[in-house]
């Protein structure tokens, strides 16, 4: 079967589980994932499947990129924060919805990765930075939207409530361990939050800090590698809220 055959079929299959938003599929459609993954899975680039990036980190489900994206609820006005730039695919997609995207990644590697991909997609409405995304990006602050892609707490980090706008939506995987996760979405309103629990997933966890490593382009060959979580499709849809 050919990329586009399966890209089709991809795109087929993430309409029938629930992404209905033709802004999502057509991101989705835009984005070449296989340029996001490492040549030896470039036959896997169009599976509904979370792969290895290297550093210990994955590429999410398709799914789950595709569900989370449409739980944004985006327009071409929004101003998007995005935590855990990892291959950079979601944020490319997110670019292609939204008006502006920043993206934070705790691995200088990967980002630089992902940096040299926004650029040979001429994505220039992205803006990547290294650092801990715990902190959020104060400077560019507010924002309409925030999405986290790794999780691991009980509530969102307080810095990047503080930086979500008023009447703006944060999706956020949470939960009191990796494996019991749920994409939660977070509505900031005058008086307070309003939380609703989405589906279960399972993610890479959110860590503080930036760890020590070589600069931009260094491979780091034996870093040690939690296993690889691809989130359980059938879990995520039939235990849909
Ligand atoms: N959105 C990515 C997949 C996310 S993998 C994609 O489309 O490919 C989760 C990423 O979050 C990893 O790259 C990990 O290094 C990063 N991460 C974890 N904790 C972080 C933190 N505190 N700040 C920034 N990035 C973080």
Redesign the pocket.
């Known amino acids: 079967m050919s990329s586009a055959a399966r890209k089709i079929r991809l795109l087929m299959l993430l309409r029938r589980n629930g992404v209905g938003s033709t802004d999502v599929l057509r991101a989705m459609e835009l984005i070449p994932r296989e340029l996001?993954v490492p040549p030896t899975f470039h036959d896997q680039a169009y599976e509904d499947t979370a792969l290895p990036?290297g550093?210990g980190?994955?590429?999410?489900q398709p799914m789950v990129?595709g569900l989370m994206t449409q739980a944004l609820n985006l327009s071409d006005r929004l101003k998007v924060l995005?935590?855990?730039?990892?291959?950079?695919?979601?944020?490319a997609v997110l670019a292609k919805i939204a008006r502006r995207v920043y993206t934070?990644?705790?691995?200088r590697p990967?980002l630089a990765e992902a940096e040299a991909r926004f650029q040979a997609l001429r994505l220039h409405n992205i803006t990547a930075r290294h650092?801990?995304?715990?902190r959020g990006w104060p400077q560019a602050a507010p924002f309409e939207r925030i999405l986290v892609?790794?999780g691991g707490a009980m509530d969102p980090p307080p810095d990047l409530m503080d930086q979500l706008a008023v009447g703006g939506v944060m999706v956020i995987p949470l939960g009191p361990d990796r494996r019991s996760l749920h994409v939660v979405r977070l509505r900031k309103t005058e008086t307070g939050v309003e939380r609703e629990q989405l589906w279960p997933v399972r993610f890479?966890?959110?860590?503080?800090e930036v760890p020590a490593e070589a600069g931009p382009g260094v491979e780091q060959g034996a870093v040690p590698t939690p296993a690889l979580i691809p989130p359980d499709f059938s879990e995520v849809i039939h235990q849909r809220a």
Do not use: C, K, N, W
Request: aromatic share 6%.
């Open positions: 996001f990036i550093h980190q994955t590429i999410s990129v995005e935590i855990g730039t990892g291959s950079g695919y979601q944020a934070v990644e705790r691995h990967l650092g801990d995304g715990m892609t790794a890479v966890p959110l860590l503080p």
